[in-house]
């Protein structure tokens, strides 16, 4: 009985470690150069899993030339597989937004100065590629173009998102 419980103790422990190390945030400041290199390099026409192979690539090269944290190569993959690049004409991004709240003077966001939340910025809860800006609309989101990972909740008058 002892040693099941000491296994058990193991077994969770190492549980914790790995999950911890597994899910480890990018938080190189490389990356938005490293996405820019690769976009340059990765034609954003075509189909869009050569476009998303191309990525994959250039992503494992960066890494491996020591140009971008390691942890980083699947962040950087998923913003070009949750891209329009390679796909029919007329998909967009499609965030969804929420209201943002003012907690202790302070927005979600963690720099607007606030009274209360109508003076907060929305947040994005989920973005995702739609066929069309219609069927965006249709949920209740944002459309735009490029990558979810460039998805703001407030597109400018051109269509464009704004930061």
């Known amino acids: 009985m002892r040693y099941l419980a000491l296994g058990l103790a193991l077994a969770g422990g190492i549980v914790a470690l790995t999950g911890s190390v597994a899910h480890a945030r990018c938080s190189d400041p490389r990356v938005a ?64 937004c929420s209201t943002g709240t003012c907690t202790a003077g302070l927005c979600d966001d963690g720099t607007t100065v606030c009274a209360d939340s109508s003076q907060c910025p929305p947040v994005l809860n989920h973005c995702s590629t739609k066929s069309s800006a219609e069927a965006c609309d249709a949920r209740g989101g944002v459309a735009g173009s490029g990558s979810c990972c460039d998805a703001a909740c407030v597109a400018s008058p051109s269509g464009a998102f704004v930061d």
């Open 33 to 96: 150069e490293v996405r820019a290199q690769i976009s340059a390099a990765c034609p954003c026409t075509g189909n869009h899993g050569q476009y998303v192979s191309c990525v994959a690539h250039h992503v494992r090269d960066a890494v491996r030339n020591g140009d971008i944290a390691t942890n980083c190569k699947g962040a950087v993959t998923r913003c070009a597989a949750r891209s329009t690049c390679g796909k029919k004409t007329g998909f967009v991004t499609c965030a969804i």
